[in-house]
């Protein structure tokens, strides 16, 4: 069983609803220059009487950025640090809560994964929690987990 050693859950979540914050006033501004690109496409095309031209793509790219990065940071994920990698906490809960009935081997971390092996009467198993590091690397609270061998 996992055991957190350093830092908490309530601050990480703080810090990524702060984040999910303030992808939404960008999203919000990135909305406004549109908005502002589409009135003045739409007036000169009626003045100069030419087809109107789409927003440029760059706005649209970055806007699709925007809402897939606040989605990331408003989500019910909790990321957790272990060695190396950083694995989502919540499903990690969940997995274990699963598991009741079932010897459960300590974990062990391979290849940018945390694994569980699990066995219970009739069948074993291996859930793999896969490294998501790179999605949350700018977080600055995120908590410290070992993994516990005497549980």
């Known amino acids: 069983m996992l055991a957190i050693v350093e830092g908490s859950i309530e601050k990480v979540k703080a810090e990524m609803k702060q984040i999910a914050k303030w992808k939404a006033d960008e999203i919000k501004s990135v909305k406004s220059q549109i908005k502002f690109w589409k009135e003045t496409e739409k007036k000169a095309a009626k003045e100069e009487k030419r087809k109107e031209n789409a927003y440029p793509n760059e706005l649209g790219e970055k806007l699709g950025a925007l809402e897939i990065a606040k989605e990331k940071y408003s989500s019910a ?70 993994i516990n061998h005497n549980a």
Do not use: Q, W
């Open 77 to 146: 994920v909790v990321p957790v640090r272990i060695g190396d990698i950083v694995i989502n906490y919540t499903v990690y809960l969940k997995a274990f809560s699963k598991l009741k009935g079932c010897r459960v081997y300590p974990e062990e971390i391979h290849d940018k994964e945390l694994v569980i092996n699990y066995t219970d009467d009739t069948a074993n198993g291996k859930i793999h929690l896969y490294d998501i590091s790179k999605i949350y690397s700018e977080l600055n609270s995120m908590p410290i987990a070992e």
